[in-house]
């Protein structure tokens, strides 16, 4: 027993030696920004984080050492951990990518005033009131219904071509979580869809989970074969629902990013949020000494809200046209994605709804939503609160 | 000696009577050595040499005074995880059900922060939702203890699969509780405070005091005998009177109340929330540590240091040099490859053909036939398979086992 205590001081003693010699090197005080991912860049969410954020540092010229990622971080008291750490190291500004890291970057930037974090996703910096505490996201419900019209129309060439009839227009679509994020997109993809396409149907099924490339994959599987679908899309980070609809010779609208390169016949379009406009402004604001707005919002104008590339193979004739069209009408204003007119809930036409845009423990919704005859998608705060339950879409499961 | 087939070029023989020292020299070397593998692997794979993996494996272990009470606070968390499957394991219960008993402590310890936080007193709060994680950790491994006891079944299958089942009440929990939440709860009210504004001490101490406990408990304790001996042979300890039933039920009681008392720690004072990921595997990566530390309590403290070491130095030099979430995970992976294969070197000696005339001479006929039966059962396993039940019990109880 002895013997094996004398061998683990000595162990001790020779690691905390060297660590001496390592904390002597000191940080040099340089511009640093970080960023926590939830996972890395297999997860097509996260990579849509780091992509934007390497395009950034390129654009500024920082160096690997200004610019440090932290990947793998879990939704627990690790994020506080992780951004404590970054701000040890000399950050000036720290992103974190994932819902659930939220409280954790409160409790950080309440520890670290000089330290400006930046939330994507999080609903309570406009409640919360702190200096350098701020949450973004992106209209990204404009790009979806962009999406969606291109998926009408991909319809539209089905029906024409005499494949299916104009009751078996039916989409199949693979959500996450029901939260609101996931809502509010895929009804702004169904209500695209829906403006070329009026006899469109969509079934909704969840995996509970943001990445679970099995789920995503049975899922997609599930809807087309079991469920008559069509067209598929998802909300969802792996690559499993694309991929099975390139098996079964079944289009696909994708998110987060361009998944061409695995299914080059059944790829048609994908929304994603763009973040570098992001980085910049905030960049842009510490830089210059101003504060960051609470919420900021990415739109098609700002260069927040983008679409890929047209598959080269699959989408229909003239949906290019068709969506410059529409985009443009968008950033008009002249089109609203969530106009009362255009959808039902249970049947009726939509005058008034409370949504829960201030967070508190019991989801109180405390915000008249409805105004000008339309719903005001972020607008109250940056993160989607739109949670309805439109005519025309089955959720075929609600339990996650 | 009839040999009636040819010889291999070499074969294996386990060691008799190996020596302290010499298997400690052997695990610092593994040790060492694969840290210089992963270093070796980390420059031939990335872009960025061996002083790049040093000084960020360092800087990410003992660069800040953050970084070093993480490092001790993680080792704690790990320390304790392995010291509360470890009784399970000395009476051979194959319990990998650690994960699962930890999280239904996290969940006991929620359902009183949901349905108390904030309407009763912070300190009738932290008792009961102490009580609640103790009472959901007993449960998950007195069940699958029962069904052992009474009629038999295979413990392993069954604490693996009610991991899961933990995992899915959990989410079953936040989803009634939380409608529109994606998965994590978080909790304000009723939380354990930081010890003098720490909130990394309270762990480390917890974990100290019971790791000293638990090799009191295993080393001198009349129930550390028993489970010992239950474990060694059922039938032996059923000749001395011990009731086989009610240890086996009791050793699971005192590792389910463990991990409770972890879940509660997790929730209650380290991450203030509840998801399925709470734990993040740590119940099983203490399964590890306890087998590798060879149930030692002592050991289990270095071997979770070192990995913690590892795991932390690794994802820094992953987040210098934007090797993603993966890296650490293969280092630690190394580190665990190197650690168990020790345990080969440390029982077993390569005997080649010229070799073996001289091992003949010096050990007489005995090594030439104990060719090696299965060793990853026996490379592992404390008590020796070729001596009779008595005298391993003897021998364990006598002198500890290394």
Not at chain 1, 192 to 220: H, I, L, Q
Not at chain 1, 347 to 353: A, I, K, P, V
Not at chain 2, 263 to 287: I, K, M, P, W, Y
Request: net charge negative; hydrophobic share 45%.
């Amino acid at each position: 027993m002895k013997k094996k205590l004398i061998v683990l001081l000595l162990v001790v003693a020779l690691v905390g030696l060297l660590a001496v010699s390592v904390v002597g090197c000191k940080e040099k005080d340089e511009f640093k920004i970080g960023l926590i991912c939830l996972h890395d860049e297999n997860s097509t969410y996260d990579k849509n984080f780091i992509d934007a954020l390497k395009a950034t540092q390129a654009k500024y010229g920082l160096t690997d050492e200004q610019v440090l990622i932290v990947t793998g971080v879990p939704e627990g008291d690790a994020c506080y951990q992780e951004a404590a750490k970054l701000a040890d190291a000399g950050c000036d500004i720290i992103f974190a990518d994932s819902f659930g890291h939220e409280d954790y970057m409160i409790q950080a930037a309440e520890e670290y005033p000089d330290v400006q974090f930046c939330h994507a996703t999080g609903t309570k910096a406009h409640t919360e009131d702190l200096p350098n505490y701020a949450n973004a996201f992106a209209n990204i419900y404009e790009g979806r219904y962009l999406a969606g019209v291109a998926a009408g129309m991909k319809l539209n060439e089905m029906i024409a071509d005499e494949e299916i009839t104009t009751a078996e227009a039916k989409m199949g679509y693979i959500g996450a979580y029901t939260y609101a994020e996931v809502i509010s997109g895929y009804t702004s993809f169904y209500l695209g869809a829906k403006s070329v396409c009026p006899t469109v149907t969509m079934d909704v099924t969840f995996t509970g989970s943001w990445y679970d490339e099995t789920a995503e994959r049975n899922s997609a599987i599930d809807l087309i074969e079991n469920r008559d679908c069509v067209l598929i899309s998802q909300h969802a980070d792996s690559w499993g629902a694309p991929n099975a609809c390139e098996e079964r010779d079944i289009p696909n609208v994708s998110y987060n990013g361009s998944t061409e390169s695995a299914c080059p016949d059944t790829f048609i379009i994908s929304s994603r949020i763009d973040w570098s406009p992001y980085y910049e402004y905030v960049i842009e604001q510490v830089q210059a000494g101003n504060p960051v707005a609470h919420d900021w919002v990415g739109t098609l104008e700002n260069g927040g809200v983008k679409l890929t590339d047209l598959g080269a193979t699959a989408p229909a004739e003239g949906t290019a046209a068709k969506i410059a069209d529409e985009k443009a009408k968008l950033i008009a204003g002249t089109t609203k994605v969530f106009d009362t007119a255009t959808f039902t809930v249970a049947g009726e036409t939509l005058t008034t709804y409370m949504a829960d845009v201030n967070s508190d423990a019991a989801f109180t919704p405390d915000t008249e939503a409805i105004a000008d005859g339309y719903f005001q998608e972020s607008v109250f705060r940056s993160a989607p609160y739109f949670d309805l339950s439109i005519d025309g879409i089955t959720r075929l499961n609600a339990m996650f | 000696m009839f040999k009636t087939k040819r010889e291999p070029l070499f074969h294996l023989v386990k060691r008799i009577d190996v020596s302290k020292k010499y298997a400690w020299a052997v695990r610092i070397g593994a040790f060492l050595l694969s840290i210089l593998v992963c270093a070796a692997i980390s420059s031939l794979l990335t872009d960025k040499s061996i002083g790049f993996f040093f000084k960020y494996l360092f800087n990410g272990t003992f660069g800040t005074k953050r970084t070093i009470w993480n490092l001790f606070h993680e080792t704690a968390i790990l320390l304790l995880v392995s010291i509360a499957v470890t009784p399970c394991f000395k009476m051979k219960f194959w319990n990998i059900g650690g994960e699962g008993q930890i999280l239904m402590g996290a969940l006991g310890c929620s359902v009183a922060l949901v349905f108390m936080g904030g309407k009763s007193s912070d300190g009738a709060t932290i008792v009961v939702s102490l009580i609640l994680a103790f009472v959901f950790g007993i449960a998950w491994a007195v069940i699958p203890a029962f069904f052992k006891a009474r009629w038999n079944t295979n413990e392993t299958l069954l604490t693996l699969m009610m991991n899961y089942i933990a995992v899915c009440l959990v989410n079953y929990f936040i989803k009634s509780v939380a409608s529109s939440s994606t998965g994590t709860l978080t909790f304000k009210d009723g939380l354990v405070e930081p010890i003098g504004g720490n909130q990394f001490i309270l762990f480390i101490i917890v974990s100290v005091v019971l790791t000293v406990l638990m090799w009191v408990y295993l080393k001198y304790s009349k129930h550390g005998y028993e489970l010992t001996v239950v474990g060694e042979s059922e039938n032996t300890s059923r000749y001395v009177g011990i009731n086989n039933k009610l240890v086996i039920i009791r050793t699971l009681i005192l590792c389910g109340a463990l991990c409770g008392l972890i879940g509660f720690l997790l929730v209650s004072g380290v991450n203030h929330s509840l998801g399925d990921a709470t734990v993040e595997g740590r119940g099983f990566t203490g399964l590890l540590i306890s087998w590798l530390a060879h149930f030692n309590p002592l050991a289990m403290g270095l071997t979770s240091f070192l990995f913690v070491f590892i795991d932390n130095g690794a994802s820094q030099v992953s987040n210098y040099a934007r090797l993603g979430a993966s890296y650490p995970k293969v280092m630690t992976g190394i580190f665990f490859l190197f650690i168990i294969a020790t345990e080969f070197f440390i029982n077993y000696k390569i005997v080649f053909k010229k070799m073996k005339l001289k091992e003949i001479s010096s050990n007489g006929d005995k090594d030439i036939d104990k060719e090696v039966k299965e060793p990853q059962e026996n490379d592992i396993d404390i008590p020796k398979d070729d001596n009779n039940a008595q005298e391993g019990i003897t021998e364990m109880i006598i002198k500890e086992k290394i």
